[in-house]
């Protein structure tokens, strides 16, 4: 039986965008951290606070992108993991395209949360 961890991965563009989204995160963590916990009176914000908070275009920008770094990071490493099994071709399609649909509907979960919130 030919052992699928000894072959060497085909080269892709994914790691790059795992290290970019990665760097991301940290910038976007900390001005998270920065804005909720730091600045806010008390270290949290009411609901009332928080609907004040978003409703500032370029703080909704930035945690609407930091919405999207974290899922795509995190997708990104699920997939490298499952990729480590030594997946068929079409078994890595098949994945990609439920990771796709799975990210796609976080996104448009949080989206739709934060549209709620902020009406």
């Known amino acids: 039986m030919e052992n699928p961890f000894a072959e060497e991965p085909k080269p892709t563009s994914a790691w790059l965008w795992q ?4 760097i991301g995160l940290v910038i976007l963590l900390g001005l998270h951290f920065i804005a909720n916990h730091f600045v806010a009176k008390g270290g949290l914000r009411d ?9 500032n275009p370029v703080i909704l920008f930035l945690e609407v992108l930091f919405l999207l770094c974290v899922t795509t990071h995190a997708l990104l490493g699920v997939r490298a993991i499952l990729l480590d099994f030594g997946l068929s071709e079409p078994a890595e399609r098949r ?11 976080t996104v448009g979960y949080g989206l739709a949360v934060a549209w709620i919130v902020i009406r």
């Open 19 to 22: 290290v970019f989204t990665g």
């Open 47 to 55: 609901f009332k606070e928080v609907v004040a908070y978003l409703r």
């Open 95 to 105: 994945l990609d395209q439920i990771l796709k649909a799975v990210g796609i509907l």
